[in-house]
């Protein structure tokens, strides 16, 4: 596995929209599952799309939080190919996001509250499940990604954006506050 480069804001792969993964399983899909998986975590992210890693494929992998340690006391990672989205309501919130293509930067960003997602894994088997919170979250800022969009188009107030350091220090002890 290798880690790879990734896009920094600015770069054009992140404002074009992905291509279709067209044959699955296949096995230069599988190593860039890989290496973006590696990639994530050496970032220290919890998710990843491709073209954040210069690839125009529309390939994501993240973490899903889970409420307990798994056994094995290791992280899972799910890949997800060719991904639709589809809200439950319209009913959104609010909440901070950063981005490996945008380093220690914050930004408050308003999300569907709930949603279903679906694509392929990795061998080509449907992967269908709904998701709220930090999960719902993260599947939605990935998909964006492979749309092109960039999380601070969808700013809940643009003057809630900046050095994380600074957020936490001034923003978000007075927008919590209130």
Known sequence: MS?????????????????AVKK?????INTLVNDMS?????GKGIGL???????????????????????QNT??????????ITKFSNETNDD??????????????KR?????YEGFDMNGNVIKKDAEGLHSRVVQHEFDHLMGIV??????????FGFTDEIQEYWKNHYEKE
């Open 3 to 19: 880690i790879l480069k990734i896009a920094k804001l600015g770069h054009p792969v992140l404002h074009t929209k992905a291509l």
């Open 24 to 28: 699955l399983p296949n096995p230069s």
């Open 38 to 42: 590696e990639t994530m975590l050496d």
């Open 49 to 71: 799309a491709a073209p954040q890693v210069h690839i125009n494929k529309q390939v994501i992998v993240f973490r899903a939080p889970t409420e307990k340690e798994n056994e």
């Open 75 to 84: 992280i899972e990672i799910t890949a997800l190919i060719n991904p639709k």
């Open 96 to 109: 901070w996001e950063g981005c490996l293509s945008i380093p220690g930067m914050t930004g408050l960003v």
């Open 112 to 116: 569907y509250s709930t949603i279903t």
């Open 151 to 160: 999380y601070i188009s969808r700013l809940a107030d643009n003057r809630a």
